[in-house]
């Protein structure tokens, strides 16, 4: 079956930065991997999970929430099955858990339909 881990969340003052990971791994995952969109998402406590960043598959096209947008950077290594997402200048509204997603030809990373695959997500904190 396919697993998703992320990884690199921790405790960081506000203005520093942080880069998460996301490994996929699985049969499905190793044949079609470049057919996958991919996005981060984040909840924070009391708050409704939201798309924070993604990569639409077809045209490698990338969405960022308008919180983010000039802060965090999303890429992807398809030789590793490897998401990321860079952030920098880090808020303490930043604070939440983050979670990967993954799903085989997707349309639009903003589409409402559900995504294929979660991770279990790694906490990030913004605290000085």
């Known amino acids: 079956q396919v697993q998703v881990v992320e990884s690199g969340g921790g405790l960081v003052q506000p203005g520093g930065s942080l880069r998460l990971s996301c490994v996929a791994s699985g049969r499905a995952i190793s044949m079609t991997w470049s057919r996958y969109s991919v996005a981060w998402f984040r909840q924070a406590p009391g708050k409704e999970r939201e798309l924070v960043a993604g990569i639409n598959w077809s045209d490698q096209s990338t969405r960022y929430a308008d919180s983010v947008k000039g802060r965090f950077t999303i890429s992807r290594d398809n030789a590793k099955n490897t998401v990321y997402l860079q952030m920098n200048s880090l808020k303490p509204e930043d604070t939440a858990v983050y979670y990967c997603?993954?799903?085989?030809?997707?349309?639009?990373?903003?589409?409402?339909?559900?995504?294929?695959?979660w991770g279990q997500g790694t906490q990030v904190t913004i605290s000085s």
């Open positions: 997603a993954l799903d085989r030809g997707r349309v639009s990373v903003g589409s409402s339909q559900p995504w294929d695959y």
